[in-house]
């Protein structure tokens, strides 16, 4: 491979909408109410991906030190166990994902205060110790609880904080189906992986439900993405109801369930992955297109 095609995979495209949705839905339930700035928007949106992508490399680096990451696992190749990376090359990568990161992220605190200084920290932070550290939470089955609290309350509520430097309950309600949904994301990939990461000792949530456990519990996920949505446009103050055009996503939704409480063979639950991203990112898109109509 080139060195560009190594570190895109290395990046893990497939997981970014996870980091790009909720800047879309914060942004967009601010620019309903008359208000947009259009920077903020952008370090918001930058910092946002180059967390995903530090972490997503951090997790290389740190799960092939501790051998999580062996041949027979399911998924595509990780580039610091597969040899085509260099650990230092890949431990390097992470610092200047994040170090863009911070770079982004200066520009927010100086606008709209010094609190979204502590928020980008944690964030880091727990990019960092999701499979990093003396005790990294991944390994503890805790991983899809972090992705929704950072990529879901954390990046919907701050990326409208950044707008309006205001917080309503709106924004926190939002923050659930978009939460739910990049936490699926990691859990198919969890399930997907259950077998090898049980015997190297990473006791992620597949693991520790079972494999059956774990299916129940994305389809619980996706169940309550759904249903949240014509909760906050029954409730919430001046939301359109066009952010209903979510729930046309469920044609998506359906199809995927299926596979992931069906399927357990690599190729199927690597195009379910795939799929959960995308089902993320277009119901995020249609979320945000009727906030905008609000």
């Known amino acids: ?36 700035r259009p920077l903020a928007f952008a370090c918001a949106l930058i910092g946002s991906i180059f967390i995903q992508i530090g972490t997503n490399l951090s997790n290389d680096y740190s799960d092939a030190r501790r051998g999580a990451d062996t041949e027979d696992r399911l998924g595509p190749v990780r580039v610091t166990a597969g040899g085509l990376m260099p650990p230092r ?61 950072f990529f879901g309350v954390v990046a919907v509520v701050g990326s409208y904080f950044v707008q309006t430097e205001d917080l309503r309950w709106e924004a926190f309600a939002l923050s659930v189906p978009v939460g739910l949904l990049a936490a699926g994301i990691l859990l198919v990939n969890n399930i997907r992986d259950a077998d090898t990461d049980r015997r190297a000792g990473k006791r992620t949530l597949a693991v520790r439900l079972g494999r059956t456990g774990a299916r129940n519990l994305f389809v619980g996920c996706i169940a309550i993405a759904y249903l949240s949505v014509p909760l906050v446009a029954l409730f919430g103050r001046d939301i359109s109801p066009l952010v209903l055009l979510a729930l046309l996503t469920i ?20 195009q379910a992955l795939a799929k959960t991203g995308m089902l993320l990112a277009l119901f995020s898109a249609l979320l945000s297109i009727g906030l905008l109509a609000s």
């Open 1 to 36: 491979m080139s060195p560009l095609k190594l570190w895109l995979v290395a990046a893990r495209p497939r997981t970014l909408p996870a980091a790009v949705a909720p800047v879309l839905v914060g942004t967009s339930l601010a620019i309903g109410e008359g208000t947009f």
């Open 89 to 149: 090359t890949v431990l390097i990568g992470t610092y200047v994902a994040f170090g863009i990161a911070v770079l982004a992220g200066v520009y927010l605190i100086a606008t709209a205060g010094w609190e979204l200084l502590l928020v980008g920290a944690a964030s880091i932070l727990a990019g960092v110790l999701y499979t990093g550290g003396p005790r990294p939470y991944g390994y503890e089955g805790l991983g899809e609880v972090f992705v929704f609290l």
């Open 251 to 270: 044609a998506l939704a359906l199809p995927l369930v299926r596979t992931v409480r069906e399927r357990s063979d690599g190729p199927s639950l690597n």
